[in-house]
């Protein structure tokens, strides 16, 4: 028991480092460069668990099996956190998920024999896999291939993990389709498959061409957006901002229950719709005379057009990510 607390502290150490590696500093530019650290060390994290469970068959004892169980349940994880980055919510928490189910990984091989805690990690990598496949199918962010790559490679991984339990549970881990399909050479390369699939999608969307931004069309009312979003970002950070935006539109709703979300704002069916969206966001978040002089009129931004035609939400949002 005392041994494996002590497995368990190493694999807490080592969650713990990755954390603190891949965690952003304050003032970090922008989503995309978190997203590609994010998404780097996942890379990093899964050819690791690769190495940890070639020294565990070349007879290097249970530590390297326990540190490659949390590393193989991690890498999905911190793919979460990179595609929850870049969609614009923050880091830590979702951080802090995917070292909790590492965790359980660790813990789980720590002390539980080798059939049950190799259901438990497949298990762990099909509930993360899962996630990163909603997370990817409801983003905004163009170009749209290469996040049909990560859906399809997190996808088919999910089902291969829980195809693995269910063959091995059925049929048993010691079964011809068993060491055929999901043994640990199989497992690898498909794994590896995986990792270079999703490398290539994260490389397309850090490289590839940009959606030219389409209009927004305002069939009512005016557009108001936070303007000076290159100048004001460096002042307040880009935290600051895309929290100015979420605050504008709460307000907005509050004036004009109808209210449509534009990027980088709102469009709001309200008479004198700056003055009016200033005072209320004064009165109600908080904000200063500077962050209430970034409320501009969207048409001005060329990002907004005030002509019939309004485009659907979906497109609006990815509009505003691009």
């Given at each position: ?140 962010v ?6 049909r ?119 709001i069916a ?19 005379a ?25 497109s ?7």
């Amino acid at each position: 028991m005392e041994l494996s607390f002590g497995m368990l502290g190493v694999s807490v150490a080592v969650a713990g480092a990755v954390l603190f590696v891949a965690l952003p500093r304050i003032g970090t530019p922008g989503a995309m460069t978190l997203f590609v650290r994010y998404a780097a060390v996942s890379g990093v994290t899964a050819v690791g668990s690769s190495a940890m469970y070639f020294i565990y068959g070349a007879g290097g004892g249970i530590v390297p099996l326990v540190l490659g169980d949390a590393a193989m349940v991690l890498a999905p994880a911190l793919l979460l956190v990179a595609l929850k980055v870049l969609d614009g919510e923050r880091a830590p928490r979702w951080s802090i998920a995917g070292i909790a189910l590492a965790l359980v990984a660790a813990l789980s091989t720590s002390l539980l024999p080798q059939p049950p805690s190799l259901a438990i990690k497949a298990l762990l990598l099909a509930v993360a896999c899962t996630a990163c496949v909603v997370e990817a199918m409801r983003s905004g962010v163009e170009p749209w291939h290469p996040m049909r790559l990560i859906i399809v490679a997190n996808g088919l991984y999910a089902l291969y993990s829980l195809a693995r339990v269910v063959v091995g549970v059925v049929l048993g881990w010691d079964s011809g389709l068993y060491r055929t399909a999901f043994s640990f050479a199989p497992a690898t390369v498909v794994g590896i498959l995986v990792v270079l699939t999703i490398g290539v999608a994260v490389v397309q969307l850090r490289l590839g061409p940009r959606r030219v931004v389409v209009p927004v069309a305002c069939p009512s009312g005016k557009a108001v957006v936070v303007g000076d979003w290159a100048l004001a970002s460096t002042a307040f950070g880009q935290e600051r901002m895309r929290a100015l935006v979420v605050e504008l539109r709460d307000a907005a709703r509050q004036l004009d229950p109808m209210a449509v979300d534009v990027p980088r704002g709102v469009e709001i069916a309200v008479p004198d719709a700056i003055s009016a969206l200033g005072q209320r966001l004064s009165a109600t978040h908080g904000w200063t005379a500077d962050e209430v002089t970034l409320l501009v009129d969207g048409a001005a931004t060329a990002a907004i057009s005030t002509h019939p035609g309004r485009l659907g939400r979906r497109s609006n949002r990815r509009s505003e990510r691009t």
